[in-house]
């Protein structure tokens, strides 16, 4: 019979710091703090990195709000501040912009950036983001042609004719543009544990209207999908209704429900 093995012995402490979850060096640690944000009734936990050798903070390596509280907060139709992250692809950034992080996988750039919400999901929102496009720089047709414009100025026209007026909204706080454009095709899902902050908010009936011009541009994309594979969506979509442009749609029996309905939640809210 072949001599019997000898037991292994026990892996020793993994060596590298990485893999044990520390920071590169003893000079820096990590301590978790405990926020309580009064106006909105949520706890916030978050870890902070320290410098030892100077004993200083150097900012929050991680954070987390406590969602069963935040829920109650957001409804559709309103307006919010939150982070939006994506891919760092503007090649004439300066250098350590503190907009921008390196990570292993690629570099990304975040900002906080206005959304109106859809609706909710079973871990956030589901948002369309804002921009003002001040620019300089002409935007292509096609580009304007996934966007509506939105504002709390009655008098301004847009720049997305094609969708009829602007759509209505109210903002809490000056400092944030009055005069904006939602862009259709470039959802963003929030993560309730993330900092969220109030804005402001749309009618009933504006969101009403957001949701037609939102499914009119989706069952538009979906047919020219379809197309490709030589068949057809829908092709009663494009039929069921379409926005005319230079006029604001009257408030249909469903607007105006919806009007009725949400006027008592942003009463409270304001």
Not at 5 to 10: G, Y
Not at 242 to 255: A, E, I, K, S, V
């Amino acid at each position: 019979m072949p001599p019997r093995r000898a037991p292994s012995a026990p892996p020793g402490p993994r060596v590298s710091r990485r893999l044990r979850g520390l920071p590169p060096s003893d000079e820096f640690t990590l301590y978790e703090a405990r926020q309580y944000i009064h106006y909105m009734n949520v706890n916030v936990k978050k870890k902070i990195k320290y410098n030892l050798a100077k004993r200083e903070d150097l900012g929050e390596w991680a954070y987390r709000v406590d969602r069963r509280n935040q829920r109650q907060h957001f409804f559709p139709g309103q307006i919010i501040l939150a982070v939006h992250a994506h891919p760092q692809t503007v090649l004439d950034k300066a250098f350590n912009d503190q907009d921008v992080a390196t990570t292993h996988q690629s570099p990304v750039a975040a900002k906080m950036r206005v959304m109106v919400v859809l609706h909710e999901t079973f871990t956030g929102l589901l948002c369309l983001p804002m921009y003002t496009h001040q620019s300089s720089t002409p935007l292509p047709p096609a580009r304007w042609a996934e966007m509506v414009s939105i504002s709390h100025n009655l008098t301004w026209q847009g720049n997305t004719r094609w969708a009829g007026l602007p759509l209505r909204m109210t903002i809490h706080n000056t400092q944030y543009a009055h005069n904006s454009f939602i862009h259709l095709t470039e959802p963003i899902h929030v993560q309730l544990e993330s900092r969220i902050c109030d804005v402001g908010y749309m009618s009933g009936g504006e969101y009403c209207r957001l949701m037609d011009l939102l499914q009119y541009k989706e069952d538009e994309l979906r047919n020219q999908a379809f197309a490709l594979y030589g068949s057809t969506y829908n092709k009663h979509a494009l039929h069921s209704w379409q926005p005319t442009p230079g006029q604001r749609l009257n408030n249909t029996r469903l607007q105006s429900t919806m009007n009725s309905f949400a006027q008592m939640r942003w009463t409270l809210h304001g």
